[in-house]
């Protein structure tokens, strides 16, 4: 009967990870680049240097609107943060239809003057990217993702209830021992990080709680809205008057939030009809001065920059919520810490993608004909290739784009996330028309190979040359480009030893039995 | 810098409590331990861990104290798990 | 329901994928709604925070439901838990929106 037990959790931990292991691997490597969103960003505009001051960029942000989209229904500011030097601004038309998002949004410098030359939306493209997915609409993705985060949470509880196993081989990782090696890959990265696990998978559930489970608000609350007035203060819908009145300047109002708030920073400002007598300014916190990811907001009367008052959520949930979000996106985190998140979230990636090559490992030791496998199991095969050196290619090309399109070219920032796909999509392509075992090794090499000309691009086109940069003290630079160069030895070696592995395979195709019982018990 | 000393800390005791099974014993020390002193070598190992929290609290407050410490627990074993293998890496058969 | 050899029939793992994925969304989500019900009519926690609460409880609750519906030994035994506590749960519910109006 306990034996029952574990079988069919095996089964289901089995099947699932294999069904959403894809998905979830990419959403693990781009989640894990997003912890340095930031830096990356920062590496792929090399023109814009220094930082910028909240206030100051408040009002660049407030003059490029000005001159943009005097009348529009609402402005949105996303001001830099300490790690950043760049200001996001969106804004509603005044028109019925919402337009395209592309002709709506613009990246700032500090002066507010939009950044045209080397177009690009960074990492926060990554960032977005592991939850909303691309090429398909949103709210599908983010559905998508949340079933793969829940099966995830279970697939870990299922994992830490059915092997307890892997408590006792907690320190073991042995090398070159074939499906033996995969499975301790796979439980020590799994063992290691699950304080990580458990923590990112459930706070990545919360970050969209509202739309995975809306009915504990739906019990209370017979609208949305009253919930979020509740939560968030009152909503920035308000009726325009008509009346034409000058927005008030931003910077003073910047420094009048931030100092209510023990001097943190201002993160972010929405403000509802610009330039007309009803205009609504609300400024909220930034993230990374607290835990909590939602912090408190102040309001102030557009026209004449009267404070109306400050909101924050009070209640334990609300605080817990907060925080949980905040834990799972670790902008409170300084750089050792955000270290350890990086390192944390890589381990995840690895156990899921060990987790994805041990069901072909194991499978291929139980086949009747290992030459010719049945059509399953070449599928898995194949999909796994693209999925994991497939994705790595795909970023690596995405980071050469930034150094190698044509500054000036139309649209430069889609065409950037375009050629992520497209080296994704050749490498898929790739791993079909090739053998498997060859397949893996080429695809693997290419990937060390496109990590590798990153630094070597980024030195050709630009004056911040890993050299340069290290001289210069510019440690943003170094450090990106020599992630870069050890990413590249990572895969170029996985690369040579699956070489090896497939010579060593055809000198002695000998049943390796003896393993496959000792890990059966 | 401010995690060197937890994460000292925190590898000798998954040092210790790798020290503190069986099966890892004669890797590391050469010889299997007593009975008394495996368990022992255990309990050290416990409270080498809760040392680091404890610094980790100090450093930095409980809150940030405790995320820190997770963090530097994974590191803390990965890097254990890493020398420990590499140590014991033998030929293969 | 376990077949000979401690395989497990095909039968079996259908009913036990339709417990633990949509049957469970569904015990869930009527959990969910009593427990911020009950955290706001029952206990006097503001409304915001009861629904908050519950939607946190929610997620751990459908990962435990999940690995019940694999784990439990009997499958039978399994739905007859899932409809009483289902049943229950919406007659609660029910009766606590008849009671006292959504904001």
């Known amino acids: 009967m306990k034996d029952s037990l574990r079988q069919s959790m095996a089964l289901f931990h089995t099947w699932s990870g294999l069904l959403l292991g894809w998905l979830l691997f990419a959403m693990f490597a781009t989640g894990t680049a997003a912890y340095f969103q930031d830096e990356i960003t920062r590496w792929m505009q090399p023109e814009v240097t220094g930082d910028a001051d909240p206030a100051t960029a408040a009002q660049g942000a407030m003059r490029y609107l000005n001159s943009v989209a005097p009348d529009a229904k609402s402005w949105y500011i996303s001001l830099p943060n300490s790690r950043s030097a760049t200001t996001q601004v969106y804004w509603q038309p005044s028109g019925e239809r919402p337009a395209k998002r592309v002709e709506t949004s613009a990246l700032l410098d500090r002066g507010g003057h939009a950044?045209?030359?080397?177009?690009?939306?960074?990492?926060?493209?990554?960032?977005?990217?592991?939850?909303?997915?691309?090429?398909?609409?949103?709210?599908?993705?983010?559905?998508?993702?949340?079933?793969?985060?829940?099966?995830?949470?279970?697939?870990?509880?299922?994992?830490?209830?059915?092997?307890?196993?892997?408590?006792?081989?907690?320190?073991?990782?042995?090398?070159?021992?074939?499906?033996?090696?995969?499975?301790?890959?796979?439980?020590?990265?799994?063992?290691?990080?699950?304080?990580?696990?458990?923590?990112?998978?459930?706070?990545?559930?919360?970050?969209?709680?509202?739309?995975?489970?809306?009915?504990?608000?739906a019990a209370n609350y017979a609208e949305q809205t009253a919930f979020s007035e509740a939560v968030f203060g009152r909503s920035a819908e308000?009726?325009?008057?008509?009346?034409?009145?000058p927005l008030a300047d931003l910077g003073p109002l910047v420094r009048n939030a931030s100092a209510r708030w023990n001097d943190e920073r201002v993160g972010y400002i929405s403000i509802a009809n610009p330039n007309d007598a009803a205009a609504l300014i609300e400024m909220s916190r930034a993230p990374e001065a607290a835990f909590g990811a939602r912090g408190q907001t102040a309001t102030f009367e557009g026209a004449t920059g009267r404070a109306i008052g400050t909101h924050q959520a009070t209640g334990s949930a609300l605080a817990t919520e907060?925080?949980?979000?905040?834990?799972?996106?670790?902008?409170?985190?300084?750089?050792?810490?955000?270290?350890?998140?990086?390192?944390?979230?890589?381990?995840?990636?690895?156990?899921?993608?060990?987790?994805?090559?041990?069901?072909?490992?194991?499978?291929?030791?139980?086949?009747?004909?290992?030459?010719?496998?049945?059509?399953?199991?070449?599928i898995v095969e194949r999909l796994n290739i693209a999925a994991i050196a497939g994705l790595a290619t795909g970023i690596a090309v995405y980071f050469l784009a930034n150094r190698l399109l044509p500054l000036e070219m139309v649209d430069r920032a889609e065409r950037e996330i375009d050629s992520l796909f497209l080296a994704w999509l050749g490498i898929g392509l790739w791993g079909i028309l090739r053998p498997a075992g060859r397949a893996w090794t080429e695809a693997l090499a290419i990937a060390g190979a496109c990590f590798a000309a990153i630094p070597l691009a980024n030195a050709m086109t630009t004056s911040r040359g890993l050299l340069p940069s290290l001289l210069a003290g510019d440690w943003t630079f170094?450090?990106?480009?020599?992630?870069?160069?050890?990413?590249?030895?990572?895969?170029?070696?996985?690369?040579?030893?699956?070489?090896?592995?497939?010579?060593?395979?055809?000198?002695?195709?000998?049943?390796?039995?003896?393993?496959?019982?000792?890990?059966?018990? | 810098?401010?995690?060197?000393?937890?994460?000292?800390?925190?590898?000798?005791?998954?040092?210790?409590?790798?020290?503190?099974?069986?099966?890892?014993?004669?890797?590391?020390?050469?010889?299997?331990?007593?009975?008394?002193?495996?368990?022992?070598?255990?309990?050290?190992?416990?409270?080498?861990?809760?040392?680091?929290?404890?610094?980790?609290?100090?450093?930095l407050g409980p809150?940030?104290?405790?995320?820190?410490?997770?963090?530097?627990?994974?590191?803390?074993?990965?890097?254990?798990?890493?020398?420990?293998?590499?140590?014991?890496?033998?030929?293969?058969? | 329901?376990?077949?000979?050899?401690?395989?497990?029939?095909?039968?079996?793992?259908?009913?036990?994928?339709?417990?633990?994925?949509?049957?469970?969304?569904?015990?869930?989500?009527?959990?969910?709604?009593?427990?911020?019900?009950?955290?706001?009519?029952?206990?006097?926690?503001?409304?915001?925070?009861?629904?908050?609460?519950?939607?946190?409880?929610?997620?751990?609750?459908?990962?435990?439901?999940?690995?019940?519906?694999?784990?439990?030994?009997?499958?039978?035994?399994?739905?007859?838990?899932l409809a009483g506590s289902g049943l229950t749960l919406g007659i609660t519910l029910w009766f606590s929106l008849s009671a006292g109006a959504r904001i």
Not at chain 1, 141 to 150: H, S, W
Not at chain 1, 163 to 192: E, P, Y
Not at chain 2, 73 to 92: D, I, Y
Not at chain 3, 36 to 61: E, K, Y
Request: glycine letters at 10%; aromatic letters at 10%.
């Open chain 2, 1 to 59: 810098m401010m995690h060197i000393l937890p994460a000292t800390v925190i590898v000798a005791g998954f040092l210790a409590l790798a020290a503190s099974m069986k099966r890892h014993q004669r890797d590391l020390l050469g010889r299997l331990l007593t009975h008394v002193q495996t368990r022992s070598t255990r309990m050290a190992g416990w409270f080498l861990l809760g040392i680091g929290w404890a610094v980790n609290a100090a450093l």
């Open chain 1, 238 to 245: 308000t009726v325009p008057s008509g009346r034409h009145a």
């Open chain 1, 322 to 378: 907060s925080v949980m979000i905040g834990l799972h996106t670790g902008r409170f985190a300084e750089w050792g810490l955000r270290w350890l998140y990086f390192l944390s979230g890589l381990g995840g990636t690895v156990m899921v993608g060990s987790g994805l090559v041990l069901w072909t490992v194991k499978r291929r030791a139980r086949l009747s004909d290992p030459s010719c496998p049945h059509l399953g199991f070449r």
């Open chain 2, 63 to 93: 809150a940030m104290g405790t995320i820190v410490w997770c963090g530097e627990l994974s590191l803390g074993a990965a890097l254990t798990v890493t020398t420990l293998n590499w140590r014991t890496r033998r030929p293969s058969r």
């Open chain 3, 1 to 81: 329901m376990t077949a000979r050899n401690g395989t497990i029939g095909r039968g079996e793992i259908v009913a036990r994928l339709i417990a633990a994925i949509p049957a469970n969304y569904l015990l869930t989500s009527a959990a969910t709604a009593c427990i911020a019900r009950l955290l706001w009519r029952g206990m006097g926690v503001d409304p915001a925070n009861a629904s908050v609460a519950a939607t946190l409880i929610s997620f751990a609750l459908f990962a435990i439901l999940a690995l019940v519906a694999f784990g439990a030994r009997s499958v039978v035994r399994l739905w007859l838990w």
């Open chain 1, 478 to 521: 170094v450090a990106f480009d020599l992630v870069m160069l050890v990413l590249a030895a990572g895969f170029l070696l996985a690369a040579v030893r699956s070489a090896q592995l497939r010579t060593k395979a055809k000198a002695g195709a000998k049943p390796r039995g003896a393993n496959r019982r000792a890990t059966s018990a």
């Open chain 1, 115 to 217: 950044i045209t030359s080397r177009e690009t939306r960074g990492g926060f493209f990554l960032y977005r990217f592991h939850f909303d997915l691309h090429y398909m609409p949103v709210l599908w993705a983010r559905y998508l993702v949340g079933v793969a985060a829940m099966f995830m949470l279970v697939a870990i509880l299922s994992g830490v209830i059915t092997h307890k196993k892997i408590f006792a081989d907690f320190f073991m990782l042995r090398f070159g021992k074939g499906q033996r090696s995969w499975l301790d890959a796979h439980n020590v990265t799994a063992v290691l990080a699950l304080p990580f696990h458990l923590m990112i998978t459930f706070t990545g559930l919360v970050t969209l709680a509202s739309m995975y489970m809306p009915w504990g608000i």
